[in-house]
């Protein structure tokens, strides 16, 4: 009886919490511009489907999308975790219509180092801050010590981009390598970038067979984004594709993309295995 009484009040809990957000980490095997562009554009493509966006720049090391957007010099959730701000002022909105954040950079600030306890006090501020966002899109590393800067990035969707060239496919492959020693056996998606519907799917086909037969990991397919010169016209005037040349190719696979993140379970890796959506 008492176990009923528990599972009642914790449904009426999820009940009166709402709908939980939708948070994926990304991570990338591709230079860093290109990551920078995809994210942008998904963020973009997101917003002007009406979704509550928020991009969360988690990067220790590589170029991440707050400082691509010029918004890196702010305060960030660690500061907020050390109560040196408020959770309000990490938060900026930007022209591409979305919200954007910093994990912990700033001025050089790196991932915590004050131990665990102030390690679970991000956390908590991580937990708070995804709470008041539909969408959340994070920017993100596997650290060289084989961990994110807070639990919830690795039990969230996790999906890794790539684009056609060996090394970018070869650092990918390694990556969800890592990621699955460290994760244990889970999916991950696979954006593939810079390349033809036709050479994503063969990219992903190769990716997914290896990755089923060496590592026992499937490999769901989120799509793909052509090579398209209106990507860097639209990032040189300082917008997204989908705004400033909304009839691009690119336009096209980003709001294709968009339709399909922003579905309410879409495609909860880890309910639909392999599945490909090319062509979808």
Known sequence: MANFDFDQAEGLRRMLA???????????ATPQ????????NLGASLARAGNDVLLLDACDRDYGVAQRLGVD???SLL???????GLNEVIHQVPQGFAVASMARLRGQRAPRGGPDEARRLAKTFDVLIKQTGI?????????DDSFPVPLMASAEIVVQVSTSAASITAAYALIKRLSQQLGRRPFGIIV????EAEAKVVYDNMSSAASRYLA???????????????????RLGRAVVDAFPLAGASVAFRRL?????????????????TNHFGA
């Open 18 to 28: 709402g709908p939980k957000p939708r948070i994926v980490t990304f991570l990338s």
């Open 33 to 40: 511009d290109d990551k920078g562009a995809m994210l942008v």
């Open 73 to 75: 010099q702010g305060a």
């Open 79 to 85: 500061q907020v975790a050390r109560q040196e701000c």
């Open 136 to 144: 959340v899109i994070v920017d993100g590393e596997f650290g060289a």
């Open 193 to 196: 970038t810079n390349a033809s």
């Open 217 to 235: 990991v499937q490999l769901t397919s989120m799509g793909s984004v052509p090579a398209d010169e209106y990507l860097h016209r639209a990032a």
């Open 258 to 274: 968009a339709g399909r993140f922003a579905l309410p379970g879409m495609p909860q890796l880890g309910r639909t295995g392999g």
